[in-house]
């Protein structure tokens, strides 16, 4: 058989390198479809993690109709990959990658209400490190949820420093039950980028800078980033709070705009939008917000004048 496979994720999707593991050990040839050329399969996947390209993922039903099934957290929270599938290691040379990446553990301990993850896993062990390793690399991606409430934190920070492993937690660590050793641990990981932190909610202030000081006693500032949660219960004076907070401590601020996970016609606010490429194109270090919009316009005339 011949098997297509589509995704809106950026870099890689665990899904289909499972997918594609099981199907080419039936034999079947399997690619990446480009989304522009439509060829001819005899099944395909799409996986769709943003609510908001939940109307590609009909075009795709569209147009290959019986022979697609559509799935992903854009699409469907409470789907999963059949068990015979999820045990598999997932195929990187689908998309070509030189790092492994995979769940330590699944599912989060918070239940935060803006975020799908309590209603899609449940908080459980996962895949072990040496199953998430690509021959290729030293290097991993670790996808947990909350990776420093683990029960097992330390027995994996040890295991990443034994097996010599670069590692990137794509979605960072709590910084609310951050401790001192916690934070010692994890400076002894050889970190590709920076560690990620989060300030979702400005009532959680005195937490989040109490974590925070702890990983400053064995984190440069440089090698902290913060997602700050905005649109979803806070003021606009809590969200240039928490970004000036975060300046003083000199630590990167990086804004995510909340969407409501089950509305793919959600509409975002336009200050809100406007607020996040203020901070995330570090105009912010430069340009009070008042006056953003006048240079973001001065910049476009220099540009067209430039064209001349």
């Not at 997918?19 to 439509?38: F, P, R």
């Not at 050889?190 to 989060?198: D, F, P, S, T, V």
């Amino acid at each position: 058989m011949k098997i297509g496979m589509i995704t809106d994720a950026p870099m890689h999707n665990l899904a289909l390198m499972k997918l594609s593991t099981y199907h080419k050990s039936l034999g079947d040839s399997v690619e990446l479809i480009n989304k522009d050329k439509i060829r001819s399969f005899d099944k395909v996947y799409g996986s769709y993690i943003f609510t908001w390209n939940r109307n590609k993922a009909l075009e795709l039903k569209q147009v290959y109709g019986d022979k697609a099934i559509i799935s992903g957290t854009g699409v469907d929270v409470t789907d999963k990959l059949p068990k015979h599938v999820e045990m598999l290691k997932p195929d990187y040379s689908l998309f070509d990658l030189d790092y492994g990446v995979g769940f330590t553990r699944r599912g989060c301990i918070n239940k935060c209400s803006f975020c799908v993850v309590p209603k899609k896993e449940i908080w459980k062990e996962d895949t072990a490190i040496k199953d998430i390793i690509n021959p290729l690399s030293n290097r991993v991606y670790i996808l947990d949820n909350n990776f420093s409430n683990d029960p097992n934190f330390e027995l994996k920070v040890k295991e990443f420093n034994n097996r010599n492993l670069i590692v990137s937690l794509q979605s960072g660590v709590d910084v609310r039950t951050m401790t001192c050793e916690k934070a010692r641990l994890l400076s002894t990981i050889n970190h590709e980028k920076q560690l990620h932190i989060a300030w979702d909610n400005y009532n959680h202030k005195k937490s989040v800078l109490k974590g925070i000081d702890y990983l400053l006693n064995y984190f440069k500032p440089s090698k902290l980033m913060c997602y700050v949660l905005i649109g979803f219960n806070s003021t606009r004076e809590e969200d240039f709070l928490r970004i000036d907070e975060l300046r003083r401590l000199k630590i990167d601020p990086y804004v995510m705009m909340y969407r409501d996970p089950y509305d793919p016609n959600y509409k975002f606010d336009r200050m809100d939008m406007h607020f996040k490429n203020w901070v995330n194109g570090h105009a912010y270090k430069s340009v009070p917000f008042e006056e953003f919009d006048r240079a973001i316009n001065e910049i476009k005339k220099r540009q067209q004048l430039s064209l001349f």
